[in-house]
């Protein structure tokens, strides 16, 4: 992570909390030079890095992880987020070029549709907002939706059925 990155992070640590999300940072550099890039991100950014920062100096998470491109420069890793859901699975991966700050609106975004879908058997439509109508999954009975879905649904297609987000998944 880089400083801007790592600032952000923190300052959304209220909402990682919200969502029951930890944050945690690997960096191939040594636990030394942590201690004076925690505090330029703290004078830079304005707020205390408050998660673990693992050191990986010997690249060995980073290698097991994809982070070491072959084709990149092996001085530094690309930048990679990953989402390990509470049973220790991987749910996603997002890999940017080292010269592009990660988006991690984006990332909240993601944990709100993995939470929402996960729960109540529905998917988000692109570019879904938490509130917004989803999608009820093929795989649910018209009947089962009467059930689940009181407030009804609009059909575009037998296949693609919106309904407004489930009251019980609203925070």
């Known amino acids: 992570m880089c400083t801007t990155e790592l600032g952000y992070v923190a300052r959304l640590r209220p909402e990682f909390e919200r969502r029951g999300v930890k944050a945690i940072g690997l960096s191939i550099d ?52 990953f989402v390990i859901d509470p049973k220790k699975k991987i749910r996603l991966f997002i890999t940017y070029p080292q010269t592009t700050g990660r988006n991690f609106d984006e990332i909240l975004r993601v944990i709100d549709s993995l939470q929402l879908t996960d729960g109540h058997r529905v998917a988000t439509p692109v570019n879904w907002r938490p509130g917004e109508d989803v999608i009820i999954v093929p795989a649910v009975t018209d009947e089962e939706a009467r059930a689940k879905f009181p407030r009804g649904w609009r059909a575009l297609k037998p296949y693609l059925r919106l309904t407004p987000q489930p009251e019980s998944a609203k925070r």
């Open 30 to 81: 040594p636990v030394t030079s942590h201690q004076g890039w925690l505090a330029d991100i703290k004078e830079t950014q304005g707020y205390a890095v408050d998660f673990p920062i693992i050191a990986d100096p010997d690249r060995k998470v980073a290698s097991l992880y994809g982070m070491i491109h072959p084709a990149h420069d092996e001085v530094y890793t690309v930048r990679t987020v």
